[in-house]
């Protein structure tokens, strides 16, 4: 009786064991599917960071002969070679261009949208927009007498490129529980990219380098090799075009409540910029401040 007694208690336990186990395995089912419920559907969100441009674009604006702006549509010119001969007091013989021009960094704002499937994947959509500047130096060289000792025989010129770049970025998500209120967010995708050039300039100094010199664009606008540019039809050709890469990176996630977040973040960019001979896939970095808004209008 006492054997009987035992095996019923032990049998009692081993029941109410997995019955527990099963109603606990049952409320973490409840509880994610409760969880992914919430985090499925839409958000909305800004973007605000910095770009660091690849370089090798920028070599689009240094002047190169073989380039759609060149320094020759100025300087190789009649009529501004007279202007500019006596504005510096000497004629000059050629130039040197910067072979290496740089981009600055740039600010970088856009909008954000993303739609979640569940609280850890999802898709989403961000369009951004920048502007860029690429500054340097070309050398003109002058054709000064040998009597004369003046230094410098090269006159340090400015040469400066502007450029407008939109982004439309398509990607997919991947969110991972770091704390309670903190995610790590990787996400990866496909990236087009418009660039319109706006200016191509030079200046040009005289020895003493004490006023602001003369000022010329020498992005393209038709061909008059003897002509004043300023004179006569001006056409506006458009330079650029439509671009297109792949990218990847993430996020920090702090959720400041259900419905806000700010998210750091970077995102590596490996794109084609149109930009005539400079169009090779190269890299580009963004770094930028996220907020996320979900289901805002709610009152929940």
């Known amino acids: 009786m006492k054997k009987i007694l035992i095996f019923c208690l032990i049998f009692t336990i081993l029941g109410l064991s997995i019955s527990a186990q099963r109603k606990s395995l049952l409320t973490e089912a409840q509880l994610k599917e409760k969880e992914d419920a919430e985090a499925r559907g839409w958000a909305f969100g800004l973007n605000l960071g910095m770009v660091i441009p690849s370089n090798y674009s920028a070599n689009f604006y240094n002047g190169a ?16 070679k007279q202007k500019i001969t006596e504005y510096i007091g000497y004629n000059y013989t050629g130039w040197e261009i910067p072979e290496s021009m740089p981009y600055k960094m740039a600010m970088d704002v856009g909008l954000y949208t993303r739609y979640s499937l569940d609280s850890r ?11 860029l500047e690429a500054n340097d ?7 000064v007498p040998q009597s004369t000792n003046i230094d410098p025989v090269y006159i340090e010129c400015p040469i400066v490129g ?11 998500f991947k969110e991972m529980p770091l704390a309670e209120k903190i995610r790590l967010n990787i996400e990866v995708g496909f990236n087009l990219n418009n660039t319109l050039v706006k200016t191509n300039k030079i200046q040009i100094r005289n020895l003493t380098g004490t006023d ?14 003897l002509g004043d540019y300023d004179s006569g039809n001006v056409y506006d050709i458009r330079q650029g075009g439509i671009g ?4 990847g990176g993430g996020t920090i996630r702090f959720l400041f409540s259900k419905k806000i977040s700010f998210d750091p973040g970077f995102n590596l960019y490996f794109s084609k910029i149109a930009l005539e001979g400079y169009n090779d896939f190269k890299p580009q970095f963004t770094f930028f ?11 929940d």
Not at 212 to 225: F, Q, V
Not at 289 to 299: G, P, V, Y
């Open 65 to 80: 002969d073989a380039n759609e702006n060149n320094l020759g549509r100025i300087l190789n010119n009649t009529y501004y």
């Open 121 to 131: 994947h999802g898709f989403f959509a961000q369009v951004t927009y920048h502007k």
């Open 137 to 143: 130096l070309f050398l003109l060289r002058l054709d």
């Open 162 to 172: 502007q450029e407008e770049r939109t982004h439309i970025d398509l990607g997919y």
């Open 212 to 225: 602001t010199g003369l000022e010329y664009s020498i992005k393209y606008d038709g061909d008059r090799p």
């Open 244 to 247: 297109f890469g792949a990218f």
């Open 289 to 299: 401040a996220r907020i996320i808004m979900t289901d805002f209008f709610s009152t």
